[in-house]
């Protein structure tokens, strides 16, 4: 099992930043990757970074949030960040922090909430 305990998130006006941190503990050996999956009301819930865990620490950003959001480790303590600049009112959301295994998207935290006030 993995535990997944995120904080960080808030309320910002648009144009702002917020950083989201995600701590992980457990069976840490078992991911192949950690990332950050957001659930806007109304919509399926999408992903909207991750970051391998192995080797260079690949990464990976949905369009709406590239050239705004990054994602980073701290390897030493089994830490993945989320650092979201101009933040627009529709990025707007629940935020999970989620770990890769070779069967899926296996673990989910229990999510913080982002609003991005116009």
């Known amino acids: 099992q993995v535990r997944l305990v995120e904080s960080g998130g808030g309320l910002v006006q648009a144009g702002g930043s917020l950083r989201l941190s995600c701590a992980a503990s457990?069976?840490?050996?078992?991911?192949?990757?950690m990332g950050w999956h957001r659930q806007v009301p109304g919509k399926r819930r999408e992903l909207v970074t991750s970051?391998?865990?192995?080797?260079?620490?690949?990464?990976n950003y949905a369009d709406s949030v590239k050239g705004r959001f990054t994602i980073s480790r701290d390897s030493a303590k089994n830490t993945v960040y989320l650092q979201m600049n101009s933040l627009k009112p529709e990025d707007t959301g629940r935020y999970y922090c989620?770990?890769?295994?070779?069967?899926?998207?296996?673990?989910w935290g229990q999510g913080t909430q982002v609003t991005v006030s116009s």
């Open positions: 457990g069976s840490i050996f078992s991911i192949n990757a």
């Open positions: 989620t770990a890769l295994r070779a069967t899926g998207w296996d673990y």
């Open positions: 970051i391998s865990i192995g080797g260079s620490g690949s990464t």
